[in-house]
């Protein structure tokens, strides 16, 4: 399976700002897809992410409020927007392997004060 | 009803016991099941990817499909301290998107 490396670990953020995680894949991929993982909560997919194209969202997530880059087949990023503390969560990237299974980086954990 | 249904726990076992985790399923047009893993502060690991019905070994470990009542099953054979985690189970179709589980924590007591 892929290696998939996500910066920032963790982070400590102030309310109204914004923070963009970074994911590396170490081979190419066409789709991307990032989830968030609330505590105690399942993981919800927020967007797959498409190199050259517009990232598509899932309902309840909106492009102003997660913008993501997709510039080329081993890299991505997701940006949280105007941070709140429900926005705390592990955020992970994530691609499909050959026979559809869904393998994660480490997840960024993010906390808003 | 949400589509993917798994206990929350936490599952507390002595260290040796044989662990059974469950989730249940609603949509009958799911034919892909995988259980995770996830450590405190990682990322989920996958432990298990299984198509329809039956059962998957892998070392200690048991995958168990039963697509008659919608039931999806990880046994856990020999447990030891190391696999206190959380536990993830998540389906979906051809058709559709990955569904999770909420996640089971489990806890082995040495």
């Known amino acids: 399976s892929a290696v998939i490396s996500q910066k920032p670990s963790r982070d400590i953020c102030q309310r109204g700002t914004s923070l963009t995680i970074q994911c590396q894949v170490d081979?190419?991929?066409?789709?991307m897809f990032w989830y968030r993982q609330q505590p105690g909560q399942s993981l919800t997919l927020i967007a797959t992410?498409?190199?050259?194209?517009?990232?598509?969202?899932e309902s309840g997530f909106v492009i102003d409020k997660f913008p993501i880059s997709r510039p080329n087949l081993t890299f991505s990023t997701l940006t949280v927007s105007n941070m709140s503390p429900e926005d705390s969560s592990i955020y992970l990237c994530?691609?499909?392997?050959?026979?559809?299974?869904?393998?994660f980086g480490e997840g960024s954990r993010l906390t808003v004060l | 009803q949400k589509e993917v249904e798994q206990d929350p726990g936490p599952l507390s076992v002595p260290e040796g016991a044989i662990v059974s985790l469950n989730c249940t399923y609603s949509?009958?047009?799911?034919?892909?099941f995988m259980w995770y893993r996830q450590y405190s502060r990682k990322g989920p690991e996958l432990l298990m990817y299984?198509?329809?019905?039956g059962n998957k070994e892998d070392g200690r470990f048991t995958a168990q499909v039963d697509k008659s009542s919608k039931y999806i099953s990880l046994f856990i054979r020999d447990s030891q301290p190391s696999d206190s985690a959380t536990y993830l189970c998540?389906?979906?179709?051809?058709?559709?998107?990955?569904?999770f589980g909420s996640g089971t924590r489990l806890s082995i007591r040495p």
């Open positions: 994530s691609l499909r392997g050959l026979t559809g299974e869904l393998f």
């Open positions: 081979s190419q991929v066409t789709m």
């Open positions: 992410a498409n190199q050259g194209s517009e990232a598509t969202y």
């Open positions: 949509n009958s047009a799911f034919q892909y």
């Open positions: 299984t198509y329809s019905s």
């Open positions: 998540a389906s979906y179709s051809s058709a559709s998107k990955i569904i």
